[in-house]
C-alpha cells in the first residue's frame, strides 16, 4: 500500500529521558510526541519493543507478542495507588547520556512487584475485570510467557535447553507443577503486560490524535532463547535436544570477509504453513494493535534466506534457501487485510527480492549513508528514487550522520558535496534537506542526526555484544532550533 508524504523521527522509546534510569511509556514519551507535533512530523518509528535478551538487544527479545516491562512508567501506577510517591522517589537515577540497564533492573523490577502485589490485595472491581479480560484476549501468548520468565528467573540459565528435560519437553505434569507453587509470580508477569498494554494504548492514541502515527519493527527472525520457540519447538528446525540444526545470518560480502552469524533458529517453514501460518498471523495482528506501520526487518529472507549449519563458527559455508515467497503474505493478507509494512532490503538484493517487494507493493528502504560511492547510478542516490520507497540519512545500524562523515574518504566527500552543493548548513541539516526533498513518499530521521551528534550517539555496532542500546538524550540537548528548523524543511517539501 502507499503512504501519503509524510516526515517523521526514528527514536527507540528506551532513548527517552525518563526519570528512572531510561526512557517510559510517562511523561518522557508524551513530551516527545509534543515535539514531533511542534516540528511538523506525522511519524515516530520505534525498534522493537519486546523484553530485551542477550546483550540488552531489542532484536533478541524474549518474546514476539511481550512488551518490554523496563518501559512501563511508574508514575502512572502510583495514580491507580499501586504505589505510593516515596516509593518512586528513591528509585530515581540522575541523568546520564548512557543506560545502565543493570541499574535499571535492579531498581525498576522490585516496583513492579510490589505494585503487583497491591493490585492483587487492593484492586477495584473494573480493574479486576480490566485485568482479566487482557489475560483471555491475550491467553494465545500470555500464559506460556509468563511461565517461560517465571523458569528463566528460577532457573538462571540463558539457554532453555538446559533445564530440566521435563521443563525443557513442557511436560504437561511438570509444568503444572511449576503453575502451582509460583502462582502469584506468574501474575506477576501477566500484570505487568498488562500495565505495558494500557500505558501504550494511552500513549498510541494520544499520538494519534495528534496526527501522529506509530511505526514499529518485527525482526524475521526471533532469539532461540525465547518463548516463541520453546513453546512451539516443532515450528523451528531444532535437534533433539532443541538446539538449532541451522542459523540465521548474511553471507560474506564488501563489509566483512566472514559474513554475520546471528544465530537465531531458522522456521520450519512447512510446519508452519500446515497451520496457515497462524503464528505470524496472530503476530502480524497483535504489531498491527501496537502499531499504524510495521517495518520488517530482513525482508529478503521472505524469499530467500542464509542457512548456516549451526556447528559453522562464521556465516562463510552457508546457502541460500527458498522463503515462503508471496504466498505467505498472501495468506496473512486474506485474513488481516492490506499490510501497512515498510520492507526493510538493505544487503544482498536479487531480482527475486525486489519482484516480490514490488508484487506485494512494499516500499523498500533507501540510506544516504550508503548513496555517496561516486556512482551516479547508486541506487540510494535521490534521483533515482521511485516515489514508493523511505529514505532514512541512516538507520540504528549505522554510525550518526555527523559521525560518518568524518570518516569519509576525500573522493567520497568531493563527490558529496558536488551533489549537494553543501552550502553553511552542519552536515547532518544537509542530509536531513536531501531526504525531505527526495520524491520518496516517507522520510525518517534518526533522532540523533537532527541534534546533530557524533558518534559517542551510535545506537549499535553490527557485530558487537557490548555497549550497544545504551544512548539517551537530555531535553537540554535539544533546545527550540532542532523542531523549529525540522518543521520549516517539513513544510517546504510538503510533508
Known sequence: MRFKRSGGILLHPISLPGR??????????????DWLVTARQKLWQMLP????????SPYLSLSAFAGNPLLIDLETLVGKGWLRGEDIETSVIPLSNRID?????????????????NFLEQNTKEDKNAFEEFCEKERYWLHDYALFQVLNGKL??????????????????????????NEKEIIFHKFTQWCFSFQWKNIKEYANNRGIKLVGDIPIFVSHHSVDVWARQNEYLLDETG??????????????STGQRWGNPIYNWKEMKKTGYEWWKKRFKKALELFDIIRIDHFRGFESYWEIPAEEESAINGKWVKGPGFSFFKSIQNEIGNLPVIAEDLGIITSEVNALRERLGFPGMKVLQFAFSGDPSNPYLPHNYDRNCVVYTGTHDNDTTCGWYEKLSE?????LMAYCNIGTDKINWVLIKL??????????????????????????????????????FFWEQVGPIPAQKLGEITAIYSR
Open 101 to 117: 540497564y543493570n541499574l535499571v533492573v535492579k531498581s525498576k523490577m522490585p516496583l513492579l512487584k510490589k505494585a503487583a502485589e
Open 243 to 256: 538446539k538449532p540444526k541451522f542459523v540465521a545470518g548474511v553471507p560474506p560480502d564488501y563489509f566483512s
Open 411 to 415: 573522493k567520497e566527500k568531493k563527490f
Open 156 to 181: 538462571q540459565v540463558a539457554d532453555w535447553t538446559l533445564w530440566d528435560s521435563r521443563l525443557k519437553n513442557r511436560d504437561e505434569k511438570a509444568l503444572k507443577e511449576v503453575e502451582r507453587n
Open 49 to 56: 519493543i519486546g523484553p530485551i535478551g542477550e546483550g540488552n
Open 435 to 472: 531526504a525531505f526533498q527526495s520524491v520518496a513518499d516517507l522520510v525518517l530521521i534518526p533522532f540523533q542526526d537532527v541534534l546533530g551528534l557524533g558518534s559517542e550517539a551510535r545506537m549499535n555496532f553490527p557485530g558487537t555484544k557490548a555497549g550497544n542500546w545504551e544512548w539517551r
Open 20 to 33: 528512572f534510569g531510561c526512557g517510559d511509556l510517562g511523561a518522557c514519551s508524551y513530551h516527545f510526541v
